[in-house]
């Protein structure tokens, strides 16, 4: 990580912020993807928390800690869509809990994977994208989600051999 | 796990999926040009007439270290009371003492639930409309006095109580926040033997003598998946919290299984408990364990959650469950108090509430769940704080209240002489600020202490009899001392400023405060960064005035110890302290001996490993260093006796000591041992 560009940007530099998040944007697309199931919810959730970190850029403390804060914001833009999209639940049961019917809303989803995380409670399929996506380690993802470590870590453990038996 | 792991993210990494040309930076930097151009049109529009440029959003750094060098310049000639009162909007409503309202039936449960799925957002459901016209008001019982006896921590060093006899050596304990209210950790040891956890969610019991371990039994899994986080252990009893998988369901629930260990090597399961939910907390208090998990109610699953053995337990009744004004989502806080008394079959007492924890502040009579809570636009936090009384077995889900603002960890807050203590980082008109709240023992607001440390987070909390101390970060780090003696008028004592800020305070002694934390540094554009480890010793005598006596910093180290307080060792006899490290370094920076002003170093005489602790030999090509061990330290009137103890295994997790023998734990459950010399 390159510490110059992510000074420049805490200093207030628009081009180094976007230089950073170039090197995140394919890891948030597809989290956003993944979680939310439509390519198109995926890039508004994406712009908007672009716009929120780049108004928060004074609350990042450092290199290290770029990827879970950004994370942090995308998962909350992500939680906010779902909670505003009508009938959101209905998309998600599309996507996700029709079993292996369903036919992915966007051809680029890979279909086992999204069969497999339909196998997941939603919290767990947050858990699982946060960590194997995002990147993020089980305190990082306890202090986001507000779980406890423990718990993350029995939760993540629990549903990767779930989908992977799944696969199998 | 690892494999399942690397097998799955083998499937992600090769999805192809990749950011569409929409979300390329260009595109992000014209979006984030656009919008600081509309609200630039927007602010001069709108304040045309008062010509009052007001700021919408938080600044970067720069601006921040402006404002922050005309603030201080104006504390110099008004002091900090003046300088809030010109700062601070209107004043702070916080909201406290809520009403409680039992379930009468299942149905109404089932209706609360059915209102917030409908709602297009969680919103905030008015309690009473399909409900039962008649709300129960919960009446909190009049405690007795002896009740509300202060078991906050006492006296210094107060956590390792050093028991001794003949026939066993004195040995750690895990930190405690309050006297005898045990924690469940991933270590425990009785002097004779030590119990881990290791990653791969087994317990390992040990013999410990002189420096040598050996194995003697592991407690897995028996039958049931059981994914072990932590344990307790009382005389011959081993406790292990954990969560519990079913095959036939989705459900997740925790339990306590409670073995019996007379013989060691031999442990047998006497019986278990489970609960509904994800696990919080746990804690246990003489014979009974108190165990609190959070359970989300899922469309499908069950409404009411359950309790009693694996195999079987049962619903709860309507009447156990109560819930908080304008529950935020359809979530339960459950607790239980079962009885780990030996001969007896796990007594236990079940309740639940509906509202969700994060954080718990536990002592002997009395369990406070907490929760942040967002207002609709998502700009203003809340702590949503409910209180169970506990009385051995008999838990009694009695008062619920709300503060403005968020809190940091357990340890921000706190009871004494029956009132309950909150520290919070809160908003105000878009900057962070810092509050500390009084409640009586009804819940009501009895005073407080708000805004103080503008553009501030809380970092690390330490109640301390009828003192408060606070440490805050951002530009400024001080550490304030509130004086809380008169409940209805807490005030700021004094502070005292120093760089980088403590996430972990320690009372030393009655004069004395260790700080555990991180050191920052200055990167040159305005900003900082964490640069190590940071140890700061504070003098406490006088609360108007406290003062820095000593820091040491440790270049790219990082402890778990910094986040959590059990991975703190405290050897109260032999007076020294113990914390788990990692370095890692990279030879672009400065490889050179990493501590600060340390002490010549320690000679480890007749240990089972050779140990080295000095950096030696940078290998010429650049790639990164690690090195893990144990850092042991005294703090008197200074920091010292400083030993940077390298030991050779994969990351050091825990050390406990056993007569004048420190073993040291990794994540794989090696354990090494050596004799300190400080």
């Known amino acids: 990580m390159d510490e110059k560009m992510i000074n420049e940007a805490i200093a207030g530099s628009k081009e180094a912020f976007c230089s950073l998040y170039g090197i995140y944007k394919d890891k948030l697309y597809r989290y956003a993807l993944y979680r939310l199931g439509d390519p198109t919810e995926a890039e508004d959730a994406v712009s908007e928390c672009v716009l929120a970190a780049w108004q928060r850029i004074g609350s990042l403390r450092s290199g290290k800690a770029f990827g879970s804060w950004i994370f942090r914001i995308l998962s909350n833009c992500c939680a906010s869509r779902i909670k505003e999209m009508i009938g959101t639940r209905e998309n998600l049961e599309r996507i996700y809990d029709s079993g292996a019917d369903s036919v992915p809303a966007s051809p680029s989803l890979s279909v086992e994977l999204t069969e497999a995380l339909s196998q997941l409670r939603e919290e767990e399929r947050d858990i699982v994208l946060l960590s194997i996506i995002g990147g993020l380690n089980s305190t990082e993802i306890s202090s986001l989600t507000g779980m406890a470590a423990g718990s993350v870590r029995s939760k993540l453990s629990r549903s990767l051999a779930k989908m992977r038996e799944f696969l199998s | 796990m690892n494999k399942d792991h690397d097998y799955i993210k083998e499937l992600f990494d090769s999805d192809g999926i990749k950011a569409p040309e929409s979300l390329s930076e260009d595109k992000m930097l014209a979006m984030l040009n656009a919008a600081e151009e509309k609200q630039f049109i927007e602010q001069t529009g709108n304040n045309a007439k008062t010509g009052h440029f007001e700021t919408k959003q938080v600044k970067a750094r720069p601006s921040l270290k402006r404002w922050v060098a005309v603030a201080a310049a104006v504390i110099a000639v008004f002091g900090i009371s003046g300088l809030m009162e010109i700062m601070t909007g209107p004043p702070d409503t916080s909201l406290a003492g809520d009403e409680l309202y039992t379930f009468k039936s299942e149905k109404e449960i089932e209706r609360l639930l059915k209102s917030m799925d409908n709602s297009p957002r969680y919103g905030l459901i008015k309690l009473g409309r399909g409900a039962s016209d008649d709300l129960v008001e919960y009446e909190t019982e009049e405690l007795a006095d002896a009740d509300m006896a202060d078991t906050g921590t006492t006296g210094v060093l107060s956590n390792s109580a050093a028991p001794k006899s003949a026939e066993t050596d004195s040995f750690s304990e895990t930190y405690l926040q309050v006297d005898d209210v045990d924690e469940a950790d991933i270590v425990k040891t009785d002097g004779k033997y030590i119990y881990y956890v290791t990653d791969g969610r087994e317990v390992v019991i040990l013999s410990a003598k002189d420096g040598k371990t050996k194995k003697l039994s592991t407690v897995g899994s028996s039958g049931i998946e059981n994914y072990i986080s932590d344990i307790y252990v009382k005389g011959d009893r081993l406790i292990t919290v954990g969560t519990i998988y079913k095959d036939d369901s989705d459900e997740s629930s925790s339990a306590i299984v409670v073995y019996d260990i007379s013989d060691r090597s031999k442990p047998e399961v006497l019986y278990d408990f489970s609960q509904t939910g994800d696990i919080l907390s746990s804690r246990m208090v003489g014979d009974n364990v108190y165990l609190v998990t959070n359970y989300y109610v899922y469309r499908g699953g069950r409404i009411v959650p359950a309790c009693g053995s694996i195999a079987n337990p049962k619903e709860l009744d309507a009447a156990d469950i109560c819930c908080v004004p304008d529950p935020d989502a359809p979530s339960l806080i459950v607790i239980s108090a079962v009885d780990v008394s030996s001969g007896n079959q796990g007594i236990s007492t079940t309740k639940a509430v509906f509202g969700a924890s994060s954080e718990i502040y536990c002592n002997d009579h009395n369990l406070y769940c907490t929760s942040t809570e967002y207002d609709s636009d998502s700009s203003t936090s809340y702590t949503r704080i409910v209180r169970a ?290």
Do not use: C
């Not at chain 2, 700021?492 to 030393?508: A, M």
């Not at chain 2, 790219?556 to 109260?572: G, K």
């Open chain 2, 389 to 678: 009384s506990l009385n051995g077995l008999k838990v009694n889900v009695d008062a619920t209240a709300r503060v403005r603002g968020y809190v940091n960890s357990q340890f921000s807050m706190d009871e004494r002489g029956g009132y309950f203590r909150i520290a919070t980082t809160s908003e105000r008109a878009g900057i962070e600020v810092n509050n500390l709240y009084v409640l009586d023992s009804k819940l009501k607001e009895a005073g407080k202490v708000t805004g103080f440390a503008r553009n501030e987070s809380i970092k690390a909390v330490r109640f301390i009899g009828d003192k408060a101390y606070v440490i805050t970060y951002e530009a400024i780090d001080p550490l304030f001392i509130i004086d809380l003696s008169d409940p209805d008028n807490p005030r700021i004592e004094g502070e005292v400023k120093i760089d980088g800020f403590s996430t972990l305070l320690i009372p030393v002694s009655k004069d004395r405060l260790l700080g555990i934390g991180h050191a920052t540094g200055d990167n040159g554009y305005g900003g900082e960064y964490d640069s190590g480890l940071k140890l700061a010793l504070f003098d406490i005598s006088d609360p108007s005035e406290p003062k820095v006596l000593d820091s040491k910093e440790f270049k790219d180290m990082s402890s778990e110890a910094q986040y959590d307080h059990h991975a703190l060792m405290v050897n109260n006899e032999a007076g020294y302290f113990a914390i788990p490290y990692e370095i890692w370094h990279n030879v672009e920076t400065d490889g050179s001996e990493v501590v600060e002003d340390a002490e010549e170093p320690s000679e480890t005489n007749d240990t089972e490993e050779a140990e080295t602790d000095i950096l030696v030999d940078q290998p010429d090509e650049v790639e990164d260093i690690y090195d893990t061990g144990i850092l042991l330290f005294k703090a008197g009137d200074k920091i010292n006796s400083v030993d940077k103890h390298k030991l050779d295994s994969s990351a050091i997790r825990r050390s406990v000591y056993i007569g004048d023998w420190i073993y040291a734990l990794d994540a794989d459950g090696n354990v090494q041992s050596f004799k300190p010399s400080l």
